[in-house]
């Protein structure tokens, strides 16, 4: 097969959304397949770019610095898309390159699927943006409705989507590589980093540093519970537009860690003790399975695509979304709990073992090989 993805963001910029994608693609490569990425222009490592992006100039977004807004150079993308002879079109994101990639598929009459990553009701709740919901929704059911396969994160995304109006839709959900993400990458050095003594607590948090995340609640809360274990530290793993609003705030015992990848990354999950995820926006989680694939008992917000696979009281300890005294409450009862914290630990790596990408990948392949049998392909313009 032959898929051209299009999407705002992708590798360099760290996102759950780019991840998956940059890791969808290598998957594509290994599979024996053709992968060609049309995102946005991000700064590049010394090493250069990835072979199979073509990049459209780009301005960071007013609301969000970190993500790049495309202006696609319509004919210069229906040349490249026409070279490269796709048999789907994925579009990965709802905006300018998002529209694009519709654009081009409409003039070549090729086959599209979306996936939906974001669950922007929520975003709009966390930013203020309530009055922009009404004419969201029926830009995404008019954005949706050209694609012959909308494919979700998880079953609880899905439903909601559905309730929105949004039709023909999937499953596309998520696995975790079990070798990165591991309790053998649990690191004293990086423990002594932080300055905590080995009895002491270390309760993570990996994601982006962002408003619709919750953390503003998780800080609330360990500064109820921290006084009471003072060797303890909050470690916030990631970067974003409330880094600098953190750092000002100087709390006692949080240390902010920047961005990780990599194995630094994979020794920041398991030299925890405890995750903590507050979010009530995912529409998965691709962070908290990683930290049960590095053997961590976790706290998290009972909302959102977690659901599909965070079970209260055998892989994660759930507690009321957007609850202070719920936050509160779950860290007491972990942190003075060591024996409940390794039933849950041994729950998620179970639940770890079970989220293989390779079965996962092999039906989103086949969703490809579907829509590029018997898809509708959007008319050519007139």
């Excluded at 860690?257 to 994979?266: A, D, M, V």
């Excluded at 909302?303 to 979304?321: Q, T």
Aim: aromatic share 10%; proline share 6%; with cysteine.
């Amino acid at each position: 097969m032959r898929i051209a993805i299009f999407s705002e963001v992708y590798w360099p910029m760290v996102s759950g959304v780019g991840v998956t994608l940059r890791r969808l693609a290598d998957s594509l490569h290994a599979a024996g397949h053709a992968v060609r990425v049309y995102t946005a222009t991000y700064p590049l490592p010394e090493s250069g770019d990835r072979p199979e992006v073509h990049r459209s100039p780009s301005l960071p977004l007013f609301l969000y610095r970190d993500v790049q807004w495309a202006f696609p150079r319509h004919r210069e993308l229906v040349r490249d898309v026409a070279d490269f002879r796709p048999d789907v079109v994925h579009v990965a994101t709802e905006f300018a390159l998002g529209m694009a990639g519709l654009r081009v598929a409409r003039e070549l009459a090729l086959p599209v699927v979306a996936s939906a990553h974001t669950d922007y009701e929520r975003y709009a709740a966390r930013y203020g943006l309530d009055w922009a919901l009404k004419p969201g929704w029926h830009y995404l059911r008019w954005f949706y409705g050209q694609a012959e396969r909308v494919l979700c994160p998880s079953r609880i995304y899905e439903e909601h989507l559905q309730s929105r109006g949004i039709l023909r839709t999937g499953i596309w959900t998520r696995g975790v590589d079990t070798v990165a993400f591991h309790p053998r990458h649990r690191d004293a050095a990086w423990r002594a980093a932080l300055g905590v003594e080995p009895d002491d607590a270390v309760v993570t948090y990996v994601g982006r540093l962002a408003r619709e995340k919750n953390l503003d609640l998780l800080l609330e809360a360990w500064q109820t519970v921290a006084p009471r274990y003072p060797g303890a530290r909050l470690a916030l793993v990631g970067r974003g537009p409330l880094e600098d609003e953190i750092r000002d705030h100087a709390i006692p015992g949080v240390e902010l860690c920047g961005l990780l990848t990599g194995t630094r990354l994979s020794a920041a999950y398991a030299s925890a003790d405890l995750f903590a995820f507050p979010s009530v926006t995912e529409t998965f989680g691709n962070v908290l399975l990683e930290a049960m694939a590095s053997g961590l008992p976790s706290i998290v917000a009972a909302a959102g695509g977690v659901l599909d696979f965070a079970e209260h009281g055998r892989n994660a300890w759930l507690v009321a979304p957007s609850s202070v005294e719920a936050m509160v409450g779950g860290l007491e009862r972990l942190l003075g709990d060591p024996a409940l914290r390794r039933r849950l630990a041994a729950g998620a790596l179970d639940t770890a073992r079970l989220r293989r990408w390779d079965a996962i990948d092999e039906l989103l392949f086949e969703e490809y090989r579907r829509v590029a049998r018997a898809g509708r392909r959007l008319p050519r313009a007139a």
